[in-house]
């Protein structure tokens, strides 16, 4: 028995089904019982929020589904608290005491250890992030998973990430890429692997928008001065200098913020396309098409939502970024359900405490 | 009728992906029958778990099993709806309870929680043993050694300066640090510093001996505990913020107490100064001329550090003033060469190490 991905002709293989009028009585709810438990419901608010996206995400013929549970995202954050933030504390306790003591060497020993560790750490909870969400994510009876524990791509992680940064920053996309693929391919869905090759040349040309992007404020620069220079020499300081400068200064502070961040967009929406546009699995072969168009869209509907409705709109926000997920997604390929067996990947007992911790998406 | 009926189903089994659809034959007692033809699993009641609802239909999981996923439609015959697993929304809890009554609960508990927190420096702080605030001290600061000045004639007359501020069986332990600011702290651990700025411009020992009465006072009135735990609890609010602890030991410097608390010390100093036969009108005056300092527009940005933290200077001039007994025989602090000693401790100590914790 086997099923076409390609079946509907036109049609994408995933397909978002919830509407915002359902997942408001979810969300709104969540925000007062995360308000009235200070904050300790939030773990059960991400499981509901998640059962809810997942439920109406619908892949081919089934709809997924979610089967983490509040209380294992409760119990990985409990764990990183214990194992991690504690003896952190205690750590930055110590060197700060050494310190004092005229200890230095030895307390900024520590103080480095204990920055390595999260550097460490941070890849790690990358990694486990991913493999969590995999092993929670059931479609047909079926979850993913993984066999690794995360430990040696933490090692990879912090040495790439380093040399990424060495050469003025140039090798950032070659170590994104590579990151993506390896991550990518210690995972699996019921018996089979998933594989990826991202190719970093297909991103470079993007990511050196961001050194031209000096280059432009450079030259805006002289071209300002100039002029400003050329109403001073008249001899009168009048008032179109003054404009001109206050333009000038205004001018480069937008294209600052505007324009890096329109690029980091720009170069993001490139690298996902490229990046899950590499990602195969058995016959299938995944893309993803969200332009730098549909990006700046999204976030600036983000960006309205929440300033429109002073701050509280922000309880959509995880809607909307699942469902252009959802809809940006494609796949292509064959399907065959009986080989399609379970997995025997371990199911971690507790959620992604670590990457709660430090606050980064799983992908 | 209880002989049990069926009911159209769908499942997977939790090995492969395949859908199985047929019925779900119930027993009337413990278990179903799953019949898809190709398919035929049994299974018990007891072992069904909700998972969700999705449109028309509810979907269980079966304990144990990985994967196995039964969709039956919402509407079953009410005898098998309540053998089945009561659905579930917000989390075991507060299914039970309900929403309303849940919320409620909830609220009563977290702002009960919270007003402990709030309050928790204020009654925890005073409860604390001073050994154990002695040896919270020694581990964050520990020996200040070589940074504060010593010189014999000095530290006598420091000794004999604490010793009529500081009533305690186990002395408060007092130190001139080697730094220019006109400013006084007390540190954790019952250590109160003196640095050498507001020792320099001391026009009489009356007026030390306030400002280390105060000082004192706030070490004997545990106010320092207080401000360490709130220092704390602010800290664990924020973390993850920075490393809340590490900069706790610098923050206590320019830790601020309550008015509340500074009004105490300066009773506390006033007190041990009248048991003393101090006169308070020194201390007095050195709050007028703080205040008139700080009323210049350009004045030494030194001063700054003492006035922020000790608002309203004119205030407690008027307090330390109104304190002092007309006609009272009040008995002189030090006498002029100890105050000389105290006042060039620093300048005089070859072996005195720059401060730089502040």
Redo the contacts between chains.
């Keep these: ?1 086997h099923s076409n991905v390609d079946d509907k002709a036109g049609e994408s293989a995933f397909a978002f089904e919830g509407t915002w009028r359902e997942f408001a009585p979810i969300a709104f ?1 969540n925000l ?2 995360t308000i ?3 904050g300790i ?1 939030r773990f ?1 608010a991400t499981a ?1 929020e998640r ?1 809810y996206l997942w ?1 109406r995400s619908r892949f081919v013929d ?2 997924l ?1 979610w ?1 983490g549970t ?1 209380k294992e995202l409760f119990l990985g954050f409990v764990m990183v608290m214990l194992l991690f ?1 504690l003896p ?2 205690a750590l ?2 110590v ?3 050494l310190i ?3 200890q230095e060497a030895l307390g900024l020993a520590l103080v480095s250890g204990a920055l390595l560790l999260i550097f460490y750490l941070g890849g790690v909870a990358r990694f486990r992030a991913l493999r969590y969400r995999l092993s929670r994510t ?6 993913g998973g993984s066999d690794d524990q995360g430990l040696a791509f933490g090692v990879t992680y912090m040495w790439k990430t380093v040399v990424g940064m060495l050469p003025a920053g140039l090798l950032i996309p070659w170590s994104m890429t590579s990151l993506w693929n390896e991550r990518w391919s210690k995972m699996s869905f ?1 018996p089979f692997a998933f594989a990826s090759n991202a190719d970093p040349g297909e991103v470079f040309a993007r990511f050196l928008l961001f050194y031209l992007a000096p280059f432009i404020l450079f030259g805006i620069g002289i071209v300002a001065a100039v002029s400003g220079a050329a109403t001073g020499f008249t001899g009168q300081p009048s008032d179109t200098g003054a404009t001109t400068m206050v333009i000038g200064v205004i001018g480069a502070i937008a294209f600052f913020y505007l324009g890096l961040g329109l690029i980091a967009v720009a170069f993001y929406a490139k690298f996902y396309r490229v990046a899950i546009g590499a990602l195969r699995w058995r016959n299938l072969e995944f893309s993803f098409n969200a332009s730098t168009m549909d990006w700046v869209r999204l976030l600036l509907v983000d960006v309205m939502l929440v300033v429109f409705t002073l701050g509280i709109g922000a309880i959509f926000l995880s809607y909307r970024h699942w469902k252009f997920f959802i809809t940006h997604l494609e796949a292509h390929g064959e ?1 065959l ?6 997995s025997t990947t371990t ?1 971690a007992a507790h959620g992604e405490g670590l990457l709660d ?1 430090f606050d980064v998406g799983a992908f | 009728m209880d002989g049990g009926f069926a009911v159209a189903a769908s499942w997977y089994d939790g090995g492969n992906a395949l859908r199985h659809e047929g019925t779900a034959r119930w027993d009337g007692r413990e278990g179903f029958v799953l019949d898809s033809g190709t398919s035929r699993i049994e299974v018990p009641l007891a072992e069904l778990r909700f998972s969700e609802t999705r449109g028309a239909t509810r979907i269980y999981h079966r304990a144990g099993e990985d994967g196995f996923r039964l969709i039956l439609p919402r509407d079953v015959p009410a005898g098998l709806a309540g053998r089945l697993p009561a659905s579930g929304e917000y989390g075991a809890w507060i299914d039970r309870l309900g929403l309303g009554r849940a919320g409620a609960i909830f609220a009563v508990v977290s702002a009960a929680a919270v007003a402990l927190f709030v309050t928790a420096p204020d009654w925890l702080g005073p409860r604390i043993p001073e050994s154990w605030e002695r040896r919270i001290g020694e581990a964050m600061v520990g020996d200040l050694g070589g940074r504060l000045c010593h010189t014999p004639a000095g530290d006598a007359a420091l000794d004999k300066l604490l010793a009529k501020v500081d009533p305690g069986q186990t002395r408060v332990r007092a130190g001139v640090a080697n730094i220019g600011l006109i400013n006084a702290v007390a540190l954790p651990g019952g250590q109160v510093l003196l640095f050498d700025g507001i020792v320099r411009q001391a026009q009489s020992p009356e007026e030390l001996a306030g400002v280390l009465g105060h000082e004192v006072g706030h070490v004997r009135e545990r106010h320092v505990m207080t401000a360490l735990l709130r220092q704390f609890g602010l800290s664990v609010l924020l973390a993850g913020a920075n490393s809340g602890i590490g900069d706790t030991a610098a923050g206590i410097a320019s830790m601020g107490y309550s008015r509340e608390a500074e009004r105490e010390a300066d009773a506390f100093a006033r007190a041990r100064m009248a048991t003393s036969r101090i006169s308070p009108a020194a201390t007095a005056d050195f709050f007028e001329r703080m205040a008139g300092e700080s009323g210049e527009s350009e004045s030494d940005s030194a001063l700054i550090g003492w006035l922020a933290s000790h608002p309203a200077a004119l205030e407690r001039a008027r307090a330390f003033r109104a304190a002092g007994k007309k006609g009272a025989a009040y008995l002189p602090v030090l006498n002029a060469s100890e105050f000389a000693a105290l006042k060039s401790m620093c300048a005089d100590d070859p072996e005195v190490e720059t401060f730089d914790l502040f």
């Excluded at chain 1, 359900?337 to 379970?342: F, G, K, M, R, S």
């Design positions: 028995m709810t007062l019982l009235v438990t200070l419901y059960w509901r059962r439920s089934e709809n589904e089967a509040g933030l952190y504390f930055t306790f060197a700060q005491a004092a003591r005229g059931h479609w047909r009876g079926i979850r019921g399907i359900l009986d080989e399609l067996t379970q199911i911790a």
